[in-house]
């Protein structure tokens, strides 16, 4: 997967505690998403995020999810008060230039999270 | 993004050439086709894309039909390690509010001995 790094792999939190899930993108790209897998179900996005700000933010749920691309740093996907629905696997993907030559988006192992 | 539409499910044997199918009967003169994998619990990974040519990488062939209404993809000789859902995904290639993968339920190929 192109060198696109998360942490921790997997997560265990208990419900009403915060969970940071952190993706470093492939060397030199500047484009970040991020993508939720729930149980048995397929890949949803959720995020866009280019350095230090937010392009499209139409798949986070209206509350307690947060994302920040610093310039310095990992791309955060914060989760407060977690719920034992944002039990899920994590997956961020990174592209270079606008998006990459085609745009494409490399992904990253992902982060389980479960909420107990 | 155009819509897609994939079988739920296939299977062939290993060796063997795997053809998948793909229905994209909206799609837009300017959107390509996209194919991406997802090996259980790993993150998806690129196959290959086209926009109305054949096209071929070390992975996989990608055949479009004239009418870019369809395309197959060919994994010309299937290994085990090939099982995997499959997604069949179309949209523009510039960046932007557009920028999502928008994934369906995709392909699951199995792979069998």
């Known amino acids: 997967n192109a060198g696109v790094m998360q942490n921790p792999r997997h997560l265990v939190r208990r419900r009403g505690q915060e969970a940071r899930l952190r993706c470093s993108p492939v060397k030199g790209h500047s484009h970040v998403y991020w993508y939720r897998q729930l149980p048995e179900e397929g890949l949803k996005f959720m995020v866009y995020?280019?350095?230090?700000?937010?392009?499209?933010e139409s798949g986070m749920p209206k509350e307690r999810f947060s994302a920040e691309f610093p310039k310095e740093g990992p791309s955060i996907l914060r989760i407060q008060q977690v719920v034992r629905g944002d039990s899920a696997a994590y997956f961020c993907a990174s592209s270079g230039l606008a998006g990459g030559t085609y745009n494409e988006q490399f992904f990253g192992p992902g982060t389980r999270l479960t909420v107990l | 993004d155009a819509k897609t539409t994939q079988p739920p499910s296939m299977d062939c044997a290993e060796g063997r050439a795997a053809n998948l199918p793909c229905n994209h009967s909206t799609i837009s003169g300017n959107e390509y086709v996209y194919w991406y994998r997802q090996i259980h619990s790993q993150g998806p990974q690129y196959i290959i894309h086209g926009l109305k040519n054949n096209e071929t990488n070390e992975m996989a062939s990608l055949i479009i039909t004239e009418d870019r209404k369809s395309s197959t993809l060919i994994l010309p000789h299937a290994t085990l390690r090939d099982t995997a859902v499959y997604y069949c995904?179309?949209?523009?290639?510039?960046?932007?509010?557009?920028?999502?993968?928008?994934f369906g339920k995709g392909i699951t190929l199995s792979v069998r001995p």
């Open positions: 995020l280019q350095k230090e700000n937010i392009i499209d």
């Open positions: 995904i179309v949209r523009v290639t510039y960046t932007g509010a557009n920028s999502k993968l928008t």
